[in-house]
């Protein structure tokens, strides 16, 4: 039987780009977790999306159900609408982030995973702490370099 995992997950940036982070819990039976981590210079979309991968990093059980609670549309609609998969075949051309799109289909396909999309700052407890996770994380000192962001052309500046 497959191990069953809930994954509630957010990102955050000080202005866009700007100083960012994400915040992710995850719950299995009486197993809780929460992890966290900011960045210089980065955008939310590229949060939202890393939440969601260390969230599936974290997992040491391959093939476990995972229902994964996000309040980013661009990250829940881009795999329940299909698009990823479309810009995985196009070879990511002119998308954003594929770096991190890359990264999480490679741990997409290891487990059954459901993402779900929830209103963000609607008094859902999980997704509120991992809001302020991701906020405390964005605010710390010596933020980590997201290289992919600012290696990248998708730069703003």
Not at 11 to 28: C, H, I, T
Not at 109 to 128: A, F, M, Q, S, T
């Amino acid at each position: 039987m497959a191990v069953e995992v809930t994954i509630y997950t957010d990102g955050a940036a000080r202005g866009n780009p700007g100083p960012g982070g994400y915040g992710v819990v995850l719950l299995s039976g009486k197993y809780r977790k929460e992890l966290s981590e900011g960045f210089r210079l980065t955008t939310n979309n590229r949060m939202e999306l890393l939440a969601v991968i260390k969230g599936l990093e974290a997992l040491k059980i391959p093939g476990s159900k995972v229902t994964v609670y996000t309040d980013s549309k661009y990250v829940a609609d881009a795999v329940n609408k299909g698009w990823v998969f479309q810009w995985e075949r196009n070879g990511f051309k002119k998308k954003k982030n594929p770096d991190l799109w890359k990264r999480f289909l490679e741990l997409y396909r290891k487990h059954d995973v459901k993402l779900v999309w929830v209103k963000g700052h609607d008094n859902i407890p999980e997704n509120e702490r991992c809001d302020r996770l991701a906020v405390e994380a964005s605010q710390k000192k010596d933020l980590k370099i997201d290289t992919g962001y600012e290696n990248s052309e998708q730069k703003l500046f």
